[in-house]
């Protein structure tokens, strides 16, 4: 079972629209969580990063929250745009492999005009 | 800005050959690492390196091997190629020097190679 499971797999919305991702993850103890967005064709790039104290971080429309205690994190995305259309990645730094970084199998979101 | 390059986008070979991929970072990070990306796995560690010289097996290391002889550039060396090994390939750097670092990561554009 992957130590990072994220939903859904892959969800279409419309332009305009509101939506959010999932993360559970069981890494623990952990020391970081991040998201990250990954266009068709090109490499990921790091959206938010939180800490395990952390319960929010904002990158303009893009808003990250993290329960730690029931080790689940969301990513919420504002007025989607269709630039948003990408695969979005969750990733947990594992403490207990030196700070390993374990990743889930990404959210296809494809936003509609 | 941080820029990570990878030598080819798109690459094709045949079963059996020597494949190199090519990573080179423009901002004198320590980390390098190298990944395989395919549907329904995510990401997975291939080999990483914390100096130059230096190299750590990551998750899933059989069948390749890498090379860093200057801080910049890190290859991926597939010596026989099978087509199993057709993938994504991302090569990305960060800052911090220890073991499996913690921070952030930047990401390659990606190398896709097919391995007929």
């Known amino acids: 079972k992957n130590q990072v499971e994220q939903s859904p797999q892959s969800l279409i919305i419309l332009e305009g629209k509101n939506c959010t991702l999932q993360c559970n993850y069981t890494v623990s103890p952990f020391s970081n969580l991040r998201w990250y967005k990954q266009d068709t064709g090109r490499g990921p790039v790091s959206l938010t990063i939180m800490t395990f104290s952390e319960n929010t971080k904002s990158n303009g429309r893009y808003t990250a929250t993290l329960d730690a205690d029931t080790k689940q994190s969301s990513l919420h995305i504002t007025a989607s745009q269709l630039s948003d259309s990408a695969s979005y990645i969750c990733v947990v730094s594992d403490n207990n492999q030196g700070g390993k970084l374990i990743f889930g199998q990404g959210t296809e979101l494809s936003v509609k005009p | 800005d941080v820029k990570v390059t990878q030598s080819s986008r798109y690459l094709v070979k045949r079963t059996g050959e020597k494949v190199f991929l090519e990573c080179v970072q423009d901002m004198d990070h320590e980390n390098m690492f190298w990944y395989r990306q395919d549907p329904g796995l995510g990401l997975r560690l291939i080999y990483f390196?914390?100096?130059?010289?230096?190299?750590e097996k990551g998750d899933i290391p059989e069948g390749y091997s890498v090379s860093r002889e200057k801080k910049e550039r890190f290859s991926l060396i597939l010596e026989s190629a099978s087509t199993n090994q057709t993938s994504m390939y991302l090569c990305a750097s960060s800052l911090i020097q220890s073991g499996f670092i913690t921070d952030t990561q930047y990401f390659g554009p990606g190398t896709r190679l097919t391995v007929l």
């Open positions: 390196s914390y100096d130059v010289k230096m190299k």
